[in-house]
């Protein structure tokens, strides 16, 4: 190699230990990981966005510095679309097929992590080979001027918003399922009925509202792959009439054989005065381990109003009486205004386009 190109080689490849703008930091890293793959012969490849961690968690910046490295990478490399991948091996994934990234060589991830609020932002990032696994390269930078958010305390006391409490308890059950070997992102997860006690709690069924928005949580703020309700109702019911007691972690190993899921989240609802405390646990279903824990309490009266709207305890036989008495009421029962408008116009049209037919039969 020419002494000139070795040595714009390693300038290029410095890690800069002052804070870079997000564009030119994308642009600098692209450079390194481009020479370093072309001498691992790789040609195509998939960026997938970064993890966040620490006071970069929710910041968008893993999303922003992979969009900006895949552009980069872009006329030098051949860059998969992303997320049209990980469409087709979550489908594979959900069907029960082994997930396979046949489409590229190669696959770039990483990780933003930030120390306090108001710090650079650390971005390591690598290419591994999809055939062997292997790191083939790696790059890392700082990010300077992106705006972050300080990181959520845990355990907090008491929190006033039921959602801000089961992001919470989302985000450090997440943080244990991490813990498994392999890709989350391909990993299946079940969460289990919370159990209730105190009569208030079985009265208001806050087991089944708390179980329902945790499971949307997981899947929304964090792209997990949950096992569907009706087919862990059947599982659970299968088990029952075996064992015919409470599910708990010895249990785990079962569940996750029926269910074809990788870890479980257990948990309960509990009277606490003028309070609910909300407990759960992430435990993997092969060593039946306990990964993570998270606790919660909310103000009872905060709780209670959330469970009022919650679209879970809202009954099929009730929607589909409030439909046969006035179309369009069902689905606007179960919190789906958009349809349930839909429907009042649609009859409404009808019944106005039939009265003008009347009427202009009864005039002729």
Same mark, same amino acid.
């Given at each position: 190699?020419?002494?000139?190109?070795?040595?714009?080689?390693?300038?290029?490849?410095?890690?800069?230990?002052?804070?870079?703008?997000?564009?030119?930091?994308?642009?600098?890293?692209?450079? &390194?990981?481009?020479?370093?793959?072309?001498?691992?012969?790789?040609?195509?490849?998939?960026?997938?966005?970064?993890?966040?961690?620490?006071?970069?968690?929710?910041?968008?910046?893993?999303?922003?510095?992979?969009?900006?490295?895949?552009?980069?990478?872009?006329?030098?490399?051949? +860059?998969?679309?992303?997320? /049209?991948?990980?469409?087709?091996?979550?489908?594979?994934?959900?069907?029960?097929?082994?997930?396979?990234?046949?489409?590229?060589?190669?696959?770039? !991830?990483?990780?933003?992590?930030?120390?306090?609020?108001?710090?650079?932002?650390?971005? &390591?990032?690598?290419?591994?080979? +999809?055939? &062997?696994? $292997?790191?083939?390269?790696?790059?890392? /930078?700082?990010?300077?001027?992106?705006?972050?958010? $300080?990181?959520?305390?845990?355990?907090?006391?008491?929190?006033?918003?039921?959602?801000?409490?089961?992001?919470?308890?989302?985000?450090?059950?997440?943080?244990?399922?991490?813990?498994?070997?392999? &890709?989350?992102?391909?990993?299946?997860?079940?969460?289990?009925?919370?159990?209730?006690?105190?009569?208030?709690?079985?009265?208001?069924?806050?087991?089944?509202? +708390?179980? %329902?928005?945790?499971?949307?949580?997981?899947?929304?703020?964090?792209?997990?792959?949950?096992?569907?309700?009706?087919?862990? #109702?059947?599982?659970?019911?299968?088990?029952?009439?075996?064992?015919?007691?409470?599910?708990?972690?010895?249990?785990?190993?079962?569940?996750?054989?029926?269910?074809? #899921?990788?870890?479980?989240?257990?948990?309960?609802?509990?009277? !606490?005065?003028?309070?609910?405390? @909300?407990?759960?646990?992430?435990?993997?279903?092969?060593?039946?381990?306990?990964?993570?824990?998270?606790?919660?309490?909310?103000? %009872?009266?905060?709780?209670?109003?959330?469970?009022?709207?919650?679209?879970?305890?809202?009954?099929?036989?009730?929607?589909?009486?409030?439909?046969?008495? @006035?179309?369009?009421?069902?689905?606007?029962?179960?919190?789906?205004?958009?349809?349930?408008?839909?429907?009042?116009?649609?009859?409404?049209?009808?019944?106005?386009? #039939?009265? /003008?037919?009347?009427?202009?039969? %009864?005039?002729?």
């Amino acid at each position: 190699m020419p002494r000139v190109l070795r040595v714009a080689l390693v300038v290029l490849c410095v890690r800069t230990a002052s804070a870079e703008e997000l564009q030119s930091a994308a642009q600098r890293v692209a450079t &390194s990981l481009v020479m370093q793959a072309v001498q691992a012969r790789i040609a195509t490849v998939a960026v997938a966005p970064l993890q966040e961690s620490g006071s970069a968690r929710g910041t968008g910046v893993g999303k922003q510095f992979s969009d900006a490295l895949a552009q980069s990478l872009g006329g030098r490399l051949q +860059v998969r679309d992303w997320e /049209a991948l990980d469409k087709t091996l979550r489908e594979r994934a959900l069907k029960g097929a082994a997930p396979q990234m046949t489409a590229v060589q190669a696959l770039i !991830a990483g990780e933003a992590a930030g120390g306090e609020a108001g710090a650079a932002i650390q971005i &390591s990032v690598r290419v591994v080979s +999809v055939a &062997s696994g $292997a790191v083939l390269a790696s790059e890392s /930078a700082q990010i300077g001027g992106v705006q972050t958010v $300080a990181p959520r305390p845990r355990n907090a006391v008491e929190s006033t918003s039921v959602d801000v409490a089961i992001r919470k308890i989302a985000d450090q059950l997440f943080d244990g399922f991490s813990r498994l070997p392999g &890709s989350a992102r391909y990993r299946r997860l079940a969460v289990l009925p919370f159990s209730e006690a105190g009569d208030e709690a079985r009265k208001r069924e806050l087991g089944a509202v +708390v179980t %329902a928005e945790l499971s949307t949580s997981l899947r929304r703020d964090h792209n997990l792959l949950l096992v569907e309700r009706t087919k862990l #109702a059947q599982v659970m019911g299968e088990i029952r009439l075996g064992q015919s007691g409470a599910v708990d972690s010895a249990s785990a190993p079962e569940i996750g054989k029926l269910s074809d #899921a990788q870890a479980l989240v257990l948990g309960s609802v509990a009277e !606490a005065g003028d309070r609910f405390l @909300i407990d759960a646990r992430i435990v993997a279903t092969e060593t039946s381990e306990s990964l993570a824990s998270a606790s919660e309490a909310v103000q %009872a009266a905060n709780l209670i109003a959330f469970s009022s709207d919650a679209v879970v305890l809202r009954s099929r036989k009730d929607a589909l009486f409030r439909s046969l008495l @006035i179309p369009g009421w069902g689905q606007i029962y179960n919190r789906e205004p958009g349809k349930g408008y839909l429907f009042m116009g649609a009859v409404a049209a009808s019944l106005g386009g #039939a009265l /003008a037919l009347h009427e202009l039969g %009864a005039q002729a």
